[in-house]
């Protein structure tokens, strides 16, 4: 999730398409969350490691 954020990110700035860049930033953002709960041990989703 936060890879895809990250390439829409980019996808948005480069093209203008503001829509994307909003969608982005918000897939990057609940990506890094996640990945910061897994890594600190918190169960996410029913699941102990988030990929």
Same mark, same amino acid.
């Given at each position: ?13 480069? *093209? ?5 860049? *909003? ?29």
């Amino acid at each position: 999730m936060l890879l895809i954020g990250v390439i829409l990110l980019v996808i948005g700035l480069i *093209t203008g398409v503001a829509i994307l860049w *909003t969608i982005g930033l918000i897939l990057a953002v609940v990506g890094a969350i996640l990945w910061i709960m897994g890594s600190l041990g918190h169960a996410v989703a029913g699941r102990r490691h988030y990929w």
